[in-house]
């Protein structure tokens, strides 16, 4: 899976828990909560051990991250 397709998947599925008539705004705030989940995950990447498999698990979410962003 590429960063964009997990930005997507992640954003998407706080999209689908979201309940409201404002689909713009619904969209805003899954991003905001995909962003907090990515932030959540490379912090506790960060508490691992330096190995080459958390490395890069670590730069793929800052790679999903930007992607979220970019949405």
Do not use: S
């Amino acid at each position: 899976m590429t960063p964009k397709e997990k930005a997507l998947e992640l954003r998407d599925k706080y999209f689908n828990i979201l309940n409201g008539d404002n689909l713009h705004l619904n969209y805003l705030i899954a991003e905001k909560c995909a962003v907090f989940y990515v932030d959540e995950v490379v912090k506790e990447l960060f508490e691992l051990p330096r190995i080459p498999y958390n490395i890069e698990r670590t730069w793929f979410y800052r790679k999903v991250k930007q992607e979220i962003e970019n949405l």
